[in-house]
Every structure is written in structure tokens, then in C-alpha cells.
């Protein structure tokens, strides 16, 4: 079982950068496919970035072309690397890795505000 734990979230000015980590602990990461989740207060949880354990990477369409998705299995870490941010992307970050079915793990979130 894998245990997630996000950080990096923080205050941040519209047309900014921020780059949000997720470290594993208890289970190597290399078997997982990885996810970024996001849920704005009053909405659905909203999938924004996947990376298989070949590395392939899927984003949303809402952030195409502005966050990059990483991972490095030998640190046991997922990188989302977050650039243009606009007010819209104010939300809580979560990690989320997945092993196969039904086992799903989520890390706590991270609170990612965009504001002037």
C-alpha cells in the first residue's frame, strides 16, 4: 500500500507558476499510474493530468499546453509543474496513484489559490 503526501500548493498571482510534488512512501511508485485531480469548492472532483509508468502523459483540455506532468520512480515522486495559472485553476490538488483494480490511493490535497 502506498501512502501520498502532496506539497507546493501556495498563493499565487494569475499568469504564475507553481509546481505541486507528490512523494511516495510504503510502495514504490514504478507500478502505478498516476494522477492529478482537482476539485473547486461546489464542483466535482475534476481529473487535470495522467502519467503511466512508461511515462506516456494524458491532460485536460482546460490545461493542455500550460502544466506538465513528471515522475521520477527512483525518488518516488510525481511532479505537476504549473505555468499561466489563471484564477479558473484555483482548487485543491490531489495525487491519486492506481495499481490495477479497485486499488486507488489519494493523497490528502493541497490548496492552490490564483489571485491578484
Known amino acids: 500500500q502506498v501512502h501520498l503526501v502532496e506539497s507546493g500548493g501556495g498563493l499565487v498571482q494569475p499568469g504564475g507558476s507553481l509546481t505541486l510534488s507528490c512523494a511516495a512512501s510504503?510502495?514504490?511508485?514504478?507500478?502505478?499510474?498516476m494522477h492529478w485531480y482537482r476539485q473547486a469548492p461546489g464542483t466535482q472532483r475534476e481529473l487535470v493530468a495522467t502519467?503511466?509508468?512508461?511515462?506516456?502523459?494524458v491532460y485536460a483540455d482546460s490545461v493542455k499546453g500550460r502544466f506538465i506532468i513528471s515522475r521520477d520512480n527512483a525518488k518516488g515522486t510525481v511532479d505537476l509543474q504549473m505555468n499561466c495559472l489563471k484564477p479558473e485553476d484555483t482548487a485543491v490538488y490531489y495525487c491519486?496513484?492506481?495499481?490495477?483494480?479497485?486499488?486507488?490511493?489519494w493523497g490528502q490535497g493541497t490548496q492552490v489559490t490564483v489571485s491578484s
Open positions: 491519486n496513484g492506481v495499481l490495477g483494480l479497485g486499488n486507488a490511493y
Open positions: 502519467v503511466t509508468p512508461g511515462g506516456s502523459t
Open positions: 510504503g510502495s514504490s511508485l514504478s507500478p502505478y499510474v
